[in-house]
């Protein structure tokens, strides 16, 4: 198994610019996560996923935008991006065995992006 | 609402050293907690879950829900143990299962 891969690995966009994040695993996951990493700030959860198309806000949403079509893949977009979304982006599944039992979350490498 | 503190964002130890990186979480249920390490720019991985009650690199961590902490230990601390280390939550009540982040603690280990 990959377990969970993004792409790009790295991305400089200028402001007002548009991108799609993309997330895939292949683990069977139903829970899938964004999240964005910032110094000093610990990791701040964008939007989640229960299943395919069953998507959610979390703490930081505003400026992105997600959609699962499929179990495998949970794309993140960035409509206009502006200089507060420089941060590292991470994926993240989780697969739930049964009520109230749930495995680790596993994360991907991360995406660098910088708005100039 | 659930809640990660890890009042420490950088500590440095010797090597050899015992080293006890802090995490004090509040939540009115029954949380489960997690250790993640992420070694320099590489994704997070999980290190210990307190359901486990596992000992992972040397590293122990147990939950302690009077105060509720779930302080990260090790006896003696190795060069490779540098890296960042998150506390994090979950709890089956919230909606998707997420996990919330301390802040951070930057463990440097120096020779």
């Known amino acids: 198994n990959a377990g969970v891969t993004q792409t790009p690995k790295f991305r400089i966009l200028k402001i007002g610019q548009s991108m799609t994040l993309q997330c895939t695993q292949d683990?069977?996951?139903?829970?899938m996560y964004w999240y964005r990493q910032d110094p000093g700030m610990g990791l701040k959860l964008i939007y989640y996923s229960v299943g395919a198309g069953i998507t959610d806000k979390g703490e930081v949403p505003n400026g992105y935008n997600v959609s699962r079509s499929t179990t495998e893949d949970f794309p993140l977009r960035l409509e206009l991006a502006a200089p507060s979304q420089t941060s590292v982006y991470f994926c993240?599944?989780?697969?739930?065995?049964?009520?109230?039992?749930?495995?680790?979350?596993?994360f991907g490498p991360g995406t660098r992006l910088t708005v100039l | 609402a659930q809640r990660v503190t890890q009042p420490e964002k950088l500590l440095s130890v010797f090597k050899g050293a015992p080293v006890e990186l802090k995490c004090n979480y509040s939540y009115s249920g029954s949380p489960e907690l997690f250790w993640y390490v992420q070694y320099s720019r590489q994704r997070l991985q999980l290190l210990l879950r307190h359901i486990s009650r596992e000992s992972i690199k040397g590293f122990t961590a147990d939950l302690n829900k009077g105060e509720t902490s779930f302080h990260l230990k090790k006896p003696f601390a190795q060069e490779e143990d540098s890296a960042m280390y998150y506390c994090?939550?979950?709890?089956?009540?919230?909606?998707?299962?997420?996990?919330?982040f301390g802040e951070g603690t930057q463990l440097t280990v120096n020779p």
């Open positions: 994090a939550l979950s709890a089956w009540e919230t909606s998707g299962s997420r996990l919330t």
């Open positions: 683990m069977n996951h139903n829970y």
């Open positions: 993240a599944s989780r697969i739930k065995k049964r009520e109230g039992f749930y495995n680790e979350q596993f």
